[in-house]
């Protein structure tokens, strides 16, 4: 099992900088692939943002912030990280870390451990 706490979210201004964490505990983390997603408000689904293998040395990013977050990790640390800049109001949402077995893949349902979201809120 993996505990996926996510953290970093809060409001801030449209064009402004915003560095969430998930933060890791139980099995081997740096075994496996993580991804971020995020769920905008009125019941829209849940959507991929970026994922990273498990050496850090692929990554690969939704066309909607490709240029603007950047998705790293530090295993030592058990923690993924997404460097969000040049935010805009469309990208508020409650955002999610997810860790699988396997593959590197883009698809939410594919995921086996899930955090608990943080939100992200930007003005305009």
């Known amino acids: 099992q993996v505990q996926l706490v996510e953290s970093g979210g809060g409001l801030v201004q449209a064009g402004g900088s915003l560095r969430l964490s998930c933060t890791a505990s139980?099995?081997?983390?740096?075994?496996?692939?993580v991804g971020w997603f995020r769920q905008a408000p009125g019941g829209k689904e849940r959507e991929f943002v970026a994922?990273?293998?498990?050496?850090?040395?692929?990554?690969s990013y939704a066309d909607s912030v490709k240029g603007r977050f950047t998705i790293s990790r530090d295993n030592a640390k058990n923690t993924v990280y997404l460097q969000m800049n040049s935010l805009k109001p469309e990208d508020t949402a409650v955002y999610y870390c997810?860790?699988?077995?396997?593959?590197?893949?883009?698809?939410?349902?594919?995921?086996?451990?899930w955090g608990q979201g943080t939100q992200v809120t930007v003005s305009s």
């Open positions: 994922v990273i293998n498990t050496s850090g040395g692929i990554t």
């Open positions: 997810a860790a699988k077995v396997g593959a590197v893949v883009i698809t939410p349902n594919r995921y086996d451990y």
């Open positions: 139980g099995r081997t983390f740096s075994n496996l692939p």
